[in-house]
């Protein structure tokens, strides 16, 4: 049957039933940002009711490594507030239908700029098959192959988390790595100048003063 | 039906969203291996002062959408309309920056201040749409299954060369401080024993000079 043949109406609900058979499955979404100090960033998603999701967050350059986060949910209703975290992770369930809200804040920081990495997952992964009628059994190869995609899938959440924690030792390595060569350049023209001014200095203290004297004097 | 779902799926993934200012430059930033594809999606909404809510689409309205590679060379800066998709595959592993800033020449637009961007980066494995690879290739389910699994090991194997490669730029860096923190000692240590030398010769010859001494 050509889709183009289908009148308006029906298209309609054909789209609405398509509409009805997504909405248990979302993607997530992954984001690194900067988020500059005395900053905040929110960010938004409509979730339905009875969506498992999970926040994570995990700081990845800057100061202390700290970041306030808050995630609410469509009422305005906290579900997870900490201060000053590194990393974290949280799972819910959406108990109500609408936009929730999770903000990442900066601040508490005067000065320094954080980069702070989120992954929010809502719900579950869309299947590989549209068409899949989910009732029917899987195979034992096709159950094999979804365990391994799992599994897989770990291994890439823990290749990021752990390439996010090596990033954070690399760029305190290179700070240290310049800021040693700027000190020590410094800390020698320091030297060398404070060595000659207090010659100069005492040199001063012992100079002629016996014509400014008897001018005083007279 | 395939067709329909791909359409909708266009749709569906525009999820997050956040709101940006008028001149606000937004940046993400992604740290990925090389050849690695990333595509960006994104959907801007604007707030409409008169019904109070935004508007689902706005004609007129551009995103111009700026992308550095890791040694901070422009690869993509390109003017994108409301709705926009941007694609890009890595040539050198590291830190890709991606930014976003709203370049509407309507300034009037912009009197309630706000907008909101929905937007999507896919990386490396995830930008596969596996229905379809199904569809083009002809591939049964196991074989789509067996392409997926293959896809993500891929995947994993670039992200181990990547983290091999940054290992031995952190063992340079601190080996490079390491020599740094060495030989400055050691200089610092020269030039305070010299200075302390030539202070107590001159004083010595300037005070015999003086008769002082």
Redesign the interface.
């Known amino acids: 049957r050509d889709w183009a043949t289908l009148s308006a109406w029906q298209l309609v609900l054909v789209q609405v039933l398509w509409a009805y058979l997504l909405c248990g499955w979302t993607f997530g979404s992954e984001l690194t940002f900067e988020l500059p100090d005395n900053a905040k960033q929110c960010f938004y998603e409509d979730i339905t009711i009875g969506t498992k999701c999970t926040l994570e967050f995990q700081v990845v350059t800057g100061g202390h490594y700290d970041v306030d986060c808050r995630l609410e949910d469509a009422d305005g209703t906290v579900l997870y507030k900490e201060m000053k975290k590194q990393y974290d992770s949280f799972t819910f369930t959406a108990a109500k239908n609408g936009t929730y809200k999770f903000c990442f804040s900066n601040e508490f920081s005067t000065f320094t700029h954080k980069t702070v990495y989120f992954d929010f997952q809502v719900g579950e992964d869309p299947p590989l098959f549209p068409n899949e009628n989910r009732v029917t059994a899987l195979t034992q190869m096709e159950s094999a192959c979804v365990s391994i995609h799992e599994a897989l899938k770990s291994v890439i959440d823990y290749q990021t988390h752990f390439r996010l924690r090596e990033a954070q030792g690399r760029s305190r390595a290179e700070d240290l790595n310049t800021r040693v060569a700027f000190w020590s350049i410094g800390e020698a023209l320091i030297l060398l100048v404070v060595s000659i001014s207090q010659v100069v200095l005492l040199r001063s203290f012992f100079s002629d003063r016996k014509t400014t004297t008897t001018r005083v004097g007279s | ?2 067709k ?2 791909s359409n ?2 266009a749709l ?2 525009y ?5 940006i200012g008028e001149t606000e430059k ?6 990925i291996p090389d050849e690695t594809m990333v595509i960006g999606k994104y959907r801007t909404q604007l707030w409409d002062k008169q019904t109070g809510s935004f508007l689902p689409a706005t004609p007129g309205l551009g995103m111009h959408v700026e992308i550095k590679d890791p040694d901070t060379k422009i690869i993509l800066s390109r003017q994108y309309g409301s709705d926009g998709r941007f694609t890009f595959t890595s040539h050198t592993p590291g830190e890709h920056q991606i930014c976003l800033h709203s370049n509407s020449t309507k300034m009037a637009l912009f009197a309630g201040g706000k907008l909101r961007v929905h ?3 896919q ?1 490396g494995e995830h930008t596969n749409n ?2 379809e690879i ?1 569809a083009k290739d002809k591939l049964t ?2 074989q ?3 392409r ?2 293959l896809d ?2 891929e ?2 194997q670039k ?2 060369n ?2 091999r490669y ?2 031995e ?2 063992r340079m ?2 080996e ?2 390491n020599q ?2 060495l030989w ?1 000692s050691i ?2 240590t020269l ?2 024993i010299v ?2 030398i ?2 107590m010769k ?2 010595k010859s ?2 015999e000079a ?1 008769k ?1 001494v």
């Open positions: 039906m395939l329909a779902f909708y799926k569906n993934i999820a997050l969203y956040f709101h937004k940046c993400f930033i992604e740290e937007l999507d980066i990386v596996y229905p199904a389910e196991l789509l299954r067996a997926q699994l993500q090991v995947q994993i992200e181990q990547y983290q940054r290992e730029r952190f860096t601190s490079s401080t740094r923190v400055w200089a610092q030039i305070l200075t302390g030539w202070q001159h004083l300037f005070f003086k002082l």
